[in-house]
């Protein structure tokens, strides 16, 4: 299982698209500081730049990584036909499948935290680190500011895991890599645009990518019910995708 | 039993409606190079996925190295060896990479193993360029070695020597008399006759998904009749006469000569039989029965008697 994984990372490591998606994000939360030059105007500090960027990560630009590299690690490993090879290794069907479930929780919550290190990194270096961490017209401390910040970023690994499962679920039944990406990118962008129209938010994976508003309601005493239903679509969708699996012929 | 590396019972699939195996059962015994011969689409490639566990089988069982397939995958994988169809490399990885991934999903497998297939395979001058940089030989080789990774005790070899020039197809014959050597099983598929008849003892034929005939080199060859070609300007005439001749089994019409069949032995007495007839007989060739005529004759229903 763990060479399984250590795999995907040596595949990773050597894969060009990922230093490309390294660079963008650089270039994301390089983004509004130009623009800050540009109209000379300067709200943020240190504290609160990683959150300023934390929606557009999880909801835009994280997902469709993620879009590409599940069709890649899925679909166009099977076409090329070395998913094949890992089979008839001596490892279960079962490892196979998790293997690149765990992995890709690996490279979400690593590119999450890279963000954060990057989003703390670029606006202190730029506007100082601050007096005050302000958020929605509220002051909070610094600790808790802090807090805040990490548990984003990190609990967002967990909708961005679920949707990555669908999109597994998709990259398995779907015979061709730019299809699946195309498939997932449609349900994507779709229910984005869905559920900024009408209000039917708790059932869209999409609603749960900025995890903010959930963790400022459980800052603020709620319960973590809403992780309950990410946490079962996600399951849903990988006992799915397993289900086949386990099932399929592979005959490329 | 305790001598068979591989013994497949009873095996069926289906692809939809087509059935692609039908009943196929055979043994491979230790050290053996088993030759599994058929034309395009016999069913060749589908058999070798369903005894890698790459394609389940709707019926049969599987036993490698005593263990089931099915129950038992990862024992019954543990020693095998693959080429499946043409090897399939990550061509953005280095051959050195490529084999690093097949190595980390086996245990107790040193990373000094990696140089000493790549030098079996003589690729080590080559071992760190992308395998996207490789020739179709090269890649053919890559695979064989990547099969040995793992010091299998049986390995499949789907078509070897596809896309091989001559020097290419010489050195993976002395590889896999090699591997022979060393008491490695071996499960071989190939359109090129010769090669097969070259390193195999045990040979199967399939032919639309069922096994027509299989044995050992010699006993395949050995048989009880004989084969001759008959050159006469009756040809039609002679093909008719010969119809409810007891001791000829066989009679096909090709455009100048007739094929014959007869008992081992026989010869004289076919001789005599056609100058009694009147028959014009020109002259009578006897034939080896070589492993591709015997092929040929099996798998293809190229006659017309
Ligand atoms: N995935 C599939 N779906 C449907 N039919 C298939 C599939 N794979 C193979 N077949 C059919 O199964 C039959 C056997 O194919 P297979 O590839 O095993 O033949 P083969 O003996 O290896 O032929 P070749 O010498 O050309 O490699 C063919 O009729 C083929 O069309
Ligand atoms: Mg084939």
């Known amino acids: 299982m763990i060479g399984l994984i250590k795999n995907e990372w040596l595949k990773l490591f050597n894969n060009k698209k990922f230093y490309w998606f390294l660079l963008l994000l650089l270039i994301i939360y390089l983004f509004p500081v130009f623009m800050t030059f540009v109209v000379r105007m300067s709200t943020f500090n240190g504290q609160v730049y990683p959150l300023t960027l934390f929606g557009v990560i999880t909801s835009l630009v994280m997902p469709l990584f993620l879009i590409v590299l599940v069709a890649e690690i899925v679909t166009e490993d099977y076409l090329s036909g070395n998913l094949s090879l890992t089979i008839i290794q001596p490892v279960t069907r079962v490892q196979v499948l998790t293997a690149k479930v765990f992995f890709l929780f690996q490279v979400i919550l690593f590119l999450l935290l890279l963000c954060l290190l990057l989003g703390y990194g670029v606006g202190t270096f730029i506007y100082g680190w601050g007096s005050e961490f302000m958020l929605r017209g509220k002051t909070y401390s610094q600790l808790t500011g802090i807090q805040l910040t990490v548990m984003s970023y990190v609990s967002a690994s967990l909708p961005l895991l679920a949707f990555s499962l669908l999109n597994m679920f998709i990259a398995i039944i779907v015979p061709s890599a730019a299809a699946v990406v195309g498939i997932s990118a449609g349900i994507f962008f779709f229910s984005t645009i869905i559920s900024l129209l009408v209000d039917i938010g708790p059932i869209l994976i999409n609603t749960y990518f900025n995890t903010l508003p959930f963790i400022l309601d459980y800052y603020s005493g709620q319960s973590l019910a809403p992780g309950l239903f990410v946490i079962s679509f996600g399951l849903i969708f990988y006992l799915l995708t397993l289900f086949i699996f386990i099932r399929k012929d592979m005959v490329l | ?305």
Do not use: W
Request: net charge neutral; with cysteine; charged share 20%.
């Open chain 2, 1 to 305: 039993m305790g001598n068979t590396v591989l013994e497949i019972s009873q095996v069926e699939k289906s692809f939809g409606k087509h059935k692609v195996l039908h009943n196929v059962s055979l043994k491979v015994v230790k050290g053996q190079v088993f030759g599994f011969l058929g034309p395009n689409g016999a069913g060749k490639t589908t058999l070798i996925r369903v005894i890698l566990g790459l394609i389940r089988p709707d019926k049969g069982t599987i036993h490698i190295d005593g263990f089931n397939l099915q129950t038992n995958f990862r024992q019954a994988i543990e020693h095998v060896g693959a080429v499946v169809e043409t090897p399939k490399f990550y061509p953005h990885l280095s051959a050195y990479q490529n084999l690093l991934l097949v190595r980390n999903l086996h245990r107790n497998l040193p990373k000094s193993r990696i140089p000493e297939v790549l030098e079996i395979a003589g690729l080590s001058a080559r071992a760190h360029d992308k395998v996207g940089t490789y020739s179709l030989g090269m890649k053919q080789r890559l695979g064989i070695a990547r099969a040995l990774l793992n010091y299998p005790k049986l390995v499949f070899l789907d078509e070897p020597m596809n896309g091989l020039d001559p020097q290419g197809i010489i050195e993976v014959r002395s590889l896999i008399h090699q591997l022979q050597h060393q008491g490695i099983s071996l499960f071989i598929t190939s359109h090129l006759l010769h090669e097969v008849e070259q390193v195999c003892d045990q040979i199967a034929i399939i032919k639309n998904g069922s096994i027509l005939t299989q044995g050992s080199l010699t006993e395949l060859l050995r048989s009880d009749l004989e084969v001759v070609e008959i050159y006469t300007k009756d040809l039609l005439e002679t093909h008719h006469a010969l119809a409810d001749v007891a001791f000829v089994h066989k009679c096909t019409i090709t455009p100048s000569f007739l094929l014959v069949e007869l008992d081992r032995g026989s010869t004289e007495q076919l001789i005599r039989f056609l100058v009694k007839r009147n028959l014009h007989l020109q002259y009578l060739i006897p034939r080896k029965h070589s492993l591709e005529e015997f092929f040929m004759e099996l798998a293809y229903e190229g006659s017309i008697s």
